[in-house]
């Protein structure tokens, strides 16, 4: 019996220093900055990043890359500076193909646009999309850079409002113009 107890006992000691050992070379779970650039397609509804947020971490996100809503006219993150999102879109009244974000599958819409920095409001999982009705003629993709740091984990402790705070977005008038 005494035999079965150190054999057990020097099995754990064995596994957990070989998991030690792993874990210090860089074999095993990998940080969030470690993982690839997701990519948001324009021909897709919400995306989801793969990174699930929790109320009050602040989001720096930076997206780059090309798609294509409107025939012909290839544009970035930032939308189109010509034509405003019509009442069918997402958020109207702003570019029509901005890059938009969400928390959760039911959360409040945001303007990420080319990026910025966001608290997030409410915990789950960060999704992604184009702003346009008809997705099924968009084409190309943008990739999205995403850093977060947690509320615990931030210098500036509990001071910080849970509100997004994302660039300011560019609305375009009727007429065309920007203001």
Known sequence: MKR??????LTVLVLGSAGVWLIRRGVGPIGQNALSQPRIYAYRD??????????????????QGTWLYTPGEYHGPEGHHKY???DTYPINGIAGGVLLGRIGEDGPIFIVGRGGTFYAERSGLLYLRINDDILSDNEGYVTVELEVTSKADSSQGDTRSP????VEPEVISSAG???
């Open 46 to 63: 919400w995306q989801s990043v793969g990174v699930y947020v929790n109320q009050g971490d602040l989001m720096r996100m930076r997206a």
């Open 84 to 86: 405003r999102a019509p």
């Open 4 to 9: 079965a107890g150190i054999m057990v006992l």
């Open 177 to 179: 113009d920007r203001r």
């Open 163 to 166: 509100v997004y705070r994302p």
